[in-house]
């Protein structure tokens, strides 16, 4: 575990409801972080953790006006400011 | 004129499609991969069309990406047309982006835009025409809006050239315009961005003198450019967004009202397995088989009637049997469950477009991620459970490669459509009352089976790969009537052509091995029939798992190959030959399938479940698993499980069938 600024957290550790900054894709996985990318996950955007899968993974977020489905392990490597 | 007709997967892209074109549509492959290209001609024009796949990027890292790059790229291309979903513009335009740096004309389509009305979504289009300079028409593909003024539009040739860009901050604007020149094609923007991202596939281009440019700027960013690139897009967007669309916030729509239902904790997986429930006792349970029952009654009537109209006419004996026991019997085995198939088609097509699937794939994602598949995998499935062919080119949504892979090569133990007859004619006879029990018992086999194969493979094949699910949550949909139908009706077609040209010829190819011997002599009995000489060498193949050398038998889970279905129409066929009792259960009533019991019963069933799919899917295999060297490994495995699995059935039953 890297040591995080305060109020500094992985996407994966977001509430229920809550808000949060992306700051940085700590990605290797060229394509896979293009995909993120693409699908609107970039710098400065603001994300709403919405849904938790029944079984808890996947995990749904809002962003950009729509919502996307990813995997803890992948949102794992996002990191973000919590707002709210 | 050409266009080319781009978007994002769920945009209502086909909709639109079906709309401008009519009937006027023609399906086929794009060059080298089994992605579908659609063409068509625009109503009232002859303006040809062409269907690119659904995409949210033009990215170098997937097929259908790849392949519309591509095309926008290298062919002549006078036009584009963008649909965007007016529910959800932001992500829509970034895709814009990306074709507006193409050397063609974009006009962009906004659709949905009476569900963007009742959700309160205000645009400002004249702000948005001048910000993007292009051309922008709000449309209803649903509701038919303003798809006519779309067409006009198009024949006047009155839209926007989009000559204006200045998407990206100062540095990158600047570094653009000094390659544009540098490069030797028309659409010396798009090839800009694209060196400056590094993109693998067009790293020919990169002279010094561009080299010397980018690493420049990659000095100056110390970032990586894909990334800069998409960031300053979305930036962009965002500012464009901000001008010139007006969105209420924070409304909980109907789309999480339901879910709060479908995907509560609590409540998803009995709604799931209800809703599944459903789609069996429709398709496979009673429904299916009552309509079954109709038209095997009326192709009954049919052969009846041929036969008495040819002898009538003084058609020779040969001629007769031909049509009859060959052409109709072989043919008809497969009609017979044409009805089941469309209930089938239909009730997948609404878990698709209410936007449930997408669901199923979200919370049993997790399941499936340890075994190695993903969530996305069950969509093959609960298609597979139709037909393997479409279901194993729908694996292509899943991003991960080991995955889709897995997925690929597991898909046709599904017990398909064709699968049925088979389960129902063994279900049905030597089980009885529990025949519906048995059946159940062989999807859930198939479930096992899928599970720890996967499961198998990720630990010794793929060891150590990890892999990822993306997957947009699209919200629900009513059902639109038109769409279902449409797509129902294209799936039946491609069945009813099927049957029309492969399983006619196998059944044409089938009656003459039987009917025949090597001296060509017709109405020769049967165990001198050149059908025969081949069975008897496979049935020391099939002993193990029967019990019982049978020629008879053994040709006809072969045929499995051409169709599964075959399987019974062959044993029919076969069984006709050698008994005339036209009533009772004909086939195991026939001496020369009498042999049967409940294991040998089982097994035979089992090894018909998992052994190859039929042509048409291996084919489908060959090419979404992209070599033949990987399909044969496929098919191996495949049937060499299913040899092992089925003599495992028999004996274990022929042991529990002498202790009891």
Redesign the interface.
Known sequence: MKIRREGRTSLSMLKRGQRAKVIQLNITDKALRRRLLDMGITEGVVVKMKKIAPLGDPIDIELRGYELCLRKADLDMIEVEVIS | MRIALVGNQNSGKTTLFNLLTGTNQKVGNWPGVTVERKIGIIRGTDFEIIDLPGI??L?P?SVEENISRRFLFEEQVDLILNVIDA?????SL?LTTQLLELKVPVIIALNMMDIADKRGIKFDLETLEKRLDTTILPISALKKTNVFNLIQTIKIGDYRRNLYQHIYDHELEEAIKRIEPLVETKHARFLAVKVIERDVLFQSYVTDAIEKIVSELEKKYLRDM??VI??ER??YIEMVRDEAVE?KKDLLTTTDKL?NIF????L??PIFMLIMFGVYYLAAGPVGGWTVEVVDGLIGGLGEWMNSFLVNVGASPWAVSLVVDGMIAGVGAMMNFLPQLIILFILISLLETTGYMARIA??????F?KVGLS?KSLIPFIVGSGCSVPAIMSARTI?DETEKKMTIMLTPFIPCSAKLPIITLFAGYFFGDRSGLVSASLYFFAIIIILSSAYVMKHVLFKGK?S??????PEYKLPSFRYIAYDVLTKAWSFIERAGSVILLASIVVWFLISFNFKLQYGVDIDSSMLAFFGKILSYVFYPMLGELSWAASVSAIQGLVAKEQVVGSMAIIAGYTSDVGEGNLIFNSGIFGFFTASSAYAFMVFNLFSAPCFGAIGAMRQELGTTKRMWKAVLFQTGLAWILAVLVFNIGRLIEVIL
Do not use: C, W
Not at chain 2, 87 to 91: G, L
């Open positions: 949210y990027s990215s890292y529910t959800s513009v932001e992500r970034y894909e990334q998409a960031d979305y930036r969105a879910d995907l509560n904790r609590y998803a997986i979200f919370f049993l994602d997790r399941i991620q969530g991003n990890t990822s699910f993306i997957l947009e949550l």
